[in-house]
């Protein structure tokens, strides 16, 4: 039996066919906080922290490409199949993500996105950026034909998965997300930083945005915040020897200079 064309209308108006595509992670940041999201995608600017070491460790293992999705068409619910690091777009969605791995059983298709950390203990379960960033992936399988009512968060640190169902709120957020991502970058205008949010000292590109820094100059009173390392027990350590090697053995910091331990 054919799959159900669950294909949502796309956000108003259609993207120019010549428009870059809106990848999911992009909406996820845009819904974290816009001002992000336009450094990250229009102004191409980028800054590793803890969080983002940690969240491509926690994705080593699915970044392998590995399986294949049926047709859709071929939704005879004969196996269960996984399917990881596919790509999938869409120039009338103006859409393009790569989600972790694609569950297919009996017919219907479910995407699953990795999580660095523990599930979040929230009223809907997860946090809104994952889960319209997820939502994003749900969209462009159903626009390649699957039925696809819903995804997976798995949270690596906890070991558990959280159900998203694609229902027309979220359906509809994530098309006002990908609007305003998309209206953003193409009038040009980087957003405003936030105000004294608990997200900027965490945020991997606070030192390029300098939220308070510009708050203070623009709108606020307020007095920016020290700019400082979130572990006040850390130390930096300093290797200056020649042929030093620093590497890390368990929880020991281990320096070798020549081969021999210090
Ligand atoms: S530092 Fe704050 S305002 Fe700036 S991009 Fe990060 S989260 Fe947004």
Known sequence: MPAPDHRAPP????????APLVPARMVNEYVYCPRLAYLE????EWADSADTVEGRH?????????????APSRGDGASRLHARSITL???????IARPDLIESDGGRVTPVDYKRGKRPHVERGAH???RVQLCVQGLLLREHGYDCTDGVLYFVGSR?????????DLVAATHEAVDGLRRAATEGVIPPP???????PRCSLVGICLPDEVNRLTRTTTAPRPIAVPCTEALPLYVQARHAKVAKSGETLV??????RC
């Not at 926690?58 to 049926?70: I, K, M, T």
Request: charged share 35%; aromatic share 6%; glycine share 6%.
């Open 41 to 44: 995608w229009v102004q191409s």
């Open 194 to 200: 936030l105000e004294d949010s608990p997200k900027c």
């Open 58 to 70: 926690a994705h080593r293992r699915v970044n392998r490409d590995g399986g294949s999705l049926p």
């Open 255 to 260: 320096v070798t200079i020549d081969d021999m």
């Open 160 to 168: 558990e998965r959280v159900r998203v169902v694609f229902d027309d």
């Open 11 to 18: 956000s108003i108006p259609y993207p120019p066919a010549d």
């Open 128 to 130: 809104d950026p994952e």
């Open 89 to 95: 777009s869409s120039r009338r969605l103006g859409l």
